[in-house]
């Protein structure tokens, strides 16, 4: 069946959802030039780490980085792309005491139940130091990944720990391929440096009865992976964020990656890509508000 590929991101210039459309998996070309398609409304008013996949009930669902420091993440629905509902704070975090932070929340839908399980990094310091938040070195502190579950982005599981290697992890990203789960995610221990030995995306898989760490498949530093598979092969997108530039790579096992040619719209910062068929009513919409379909 033939798909297309959803990007969304948001820019250091506007903390809010962008998207960009593919049709080869390769070039992506930006919706409205580039410009806002979905504004912060509610918490801080910032929709950071956009994020987009079909939920349980079939409606297109998006989870944000509410600001730096929050115990919750922003959600809102949609059943075309363009137009959403009004925007809520979900509490992933509200129950457990000490939370600093909820970053890059995504989800994905369980095989085996139809669940939507919804992953993110956070710190939790029940006895943090003194002085406000914005003065902590996040690299510092531990971070791991945490999850619940959902079947309507309403009522939530209570929160636990799903990946905690023993070392800090941030973006985690998630492809479901049949009864596996491949997982890309941040190394965020040390300082970032170019050419360094941490701050690279690792990839792991994990099957029902298996776990196995595939090992770093980017440079240092890089952040915000997102995975997606077009035709044979997985690609991943992620950020070089100290450089203001794009990386990608692929692979058709998951385990050796070579350097892929990917484009993306100016200014994009922590993109998640969602594949879609090419029937679906929303894709006309997007590719008409693109170079594809005539801007």
């Known amino acids: 069946m033939p798909t297309v590929h959803v990007l969304s991101y948001f820019t250091t210039e506007e903390e809010s959802l962008h998207l960009a459309v593919s049709v080869d998996g390769r070039t992506f070309h ?29 409606r297109f669902h998006l989870l944000g980085t509410n600001g730096w420091e929050s115990d919750a993440i922003v959600h809102t629905a949609s059943d075309d792309l363009l137009t959403w509902d009004e925007q809520t704070l979900l509490p992933v ?47 510092r502190r531990h971070q791991v990944i945490w999850s619940c579950l959902t079947t309507d982005f309403t009522e939530l599981s209570r929160a636990e720990v799903y990946f905690d290697p023993g070392f800090s992890v941030i973006d985690a990203s998630v492809l479901v391929q049949d009864n596996e789960v491949l997982m890309a995610y941040k190394d965020e221990q040390g300082d970032p ?34 995975l997606y598979r077009h035709d044979d092969e997985i690609v991943m997108l992620f950020d070089h964020y100290l450089e203001g530039r794009y990386g990608a790579v692929s692979s058709v096992d998951g385990h ?40």
């Open 93 to 139: 975090m509200g129950a457990v005491a000490g939370t600093l932070n909820c970053w890059a929340p995504e989800f994905f839908v369980e095989p085996d139940s139809g669940r939507a399980r919804i992953i993110w990094s956070s710190v939790v310091d029940p006895h943090p130091v003194d002085g406000p938040q914005t003065d902590r070195d996040w690299n």
């Open 30 to 58: 930006a919706v409205d030039d580039g410009g806002e398609i979905l504004r912060g409304a509610i918490g801080s008013e910032s929709i950071r780490d956009p994020f987009i996949a079909v939920g349980p009930d079939g």
């Open 193 to 226: 440096v170019v050419g360094g030995a941490h701050n690279r995306i690792h990839v792991r898989r994990t099957t029902p009865s298996s776990s196995e760490e595939l090992g770093a498949v980017t440079p240092s530093p890089t952040e915000g992976p997102t």
């Open 256 to 295: 050796t990656w070579t350097p892929a040619a990917v484009q993306v719209p100016s200014g994009v910062r922590h993109a998640a890509v969602m594949t879609i068929p090419s029937e679906h009513p929303a894709v006309a919409a997007l590719l008409a508000r693109t170079m594809i379909g005539g801007r």
